[in-house]
């Protein structure tokens, strides 16, 4: 018993659609639609043969399918060799501080302290920076003056207001900033890390090791020291 194929009915856009649910990338879909193509060729009624518009529009939809799988494969190679790329960049950080956002300044001995930063949102005409211990009491306050908009970033020598060296530990620091005409400026108070490597994610992103620090990206990064 032979097959029949009626080749009298119009192909419509889903004809393919459905002979490929077996294959999903273009290949298959060409693959199966030539198939389909041929016994219908076969088994057309030669006084009234297929449209040709209807066999051009399919072909150029299989055309546009595979363009797509082509351009997804090159953008993806291309993603891989900007990861990589990344990669090979943060490298160079490593043994180098960055300041990140954060609050802390660290002590050791001899009154060494970590630098700190800030970064304004706009020009501040009063700058002040507000140190306290541990447990929260004042130790110092600085006046900074006039700052830019952007990043800063100071050092400080680790003595209180008095001048007296202070205990060695961990640091926290606020910042407030005026405009000209004594609005606030927005400032984003900035702590110094070093890079002791570099992790990849498990999106391929590349993240520098910041130690104690932890984690960030290279967005993270406002300032390299």
Same mark, same amino acid.
């Given at each position: ?115 700190? =930063?800030?970064? @304004?949102? *706009?020009? /501040?005409?009063?700058?002040? +920076?507000?140190?306290?211990?541990? #447990? %929260?009491?004042? $130790? ?22 008095? =001048?007296?060296? @202070?205990? *060695?530990? /961990?640091?926290?620091?606020? +910042?407030?900033?005026?405009?000209? #005409? %004594?609005?606030? $400026? ?25 130690? @104690? ?7 993270? +990064?406002?300032?390299?020291?």
């Amino acid at each position: 018993m032979g097959v029949s194929v009626n080749m009298n009915d119009p192909v419509d856009n889903n004809t393919v659609a459905a002979a490929s649910a077996a294959g999903s990338t273009s290949v298959d879909l060409q693959s199966q639609f030539l198939t389909l193509l041929v016994a219908q060729l076969k088994n057309q009624d030669p006084t009234n043969p297929m449209d040709n518009s209807q066999l051009t529009t399919q072909l150029a939809q299989i055309s546009t399918l595979s363009g797509i799988e082509n351009l997804n494969t090159t953008l993806g190679s291309i993603s891989g060799q900007i990861t990589t790329g990344q990669t090979l960049q943060a490298s160079t950080l490593v043994g180098h501080g960055v300041m990140i956002d954060g609050n802390t300044i660290l002590v050791g001995s001899e009154s060494v302290a970590t630098p700190f =930063g800030l970064s @304004l949102d *706009a020009a /501040s005409n009063d700058t002040t +920076v507000i140190i306290k211990d541990a #447990n %929260g009491n004042v $130790v110092r306050t600085d006046d900074l003056g006039a700052q830019t908009a952007g990043v800063h970033t100071f050092s400080w020598d680790g003595t209180d207001s008095a =001048g007296a060296a @202070l205990a *060695a530990g /961990s640091y926290t620091f606020s +910042v407030a900033a005026t405009s000209s #005409n %004594g609005s606030p $400026v927005n400032a984003t108070p900035l702590k110094y890390a070093e890079v002791y490597g570099v992790n990849t994610s498990s999106t391929g992103a590349s993240q520098l090791n910041l130690g @104690l620090s932890g984690n960030v990206s290279l967005d993270q +990064v406002r300032q390299i020291i």
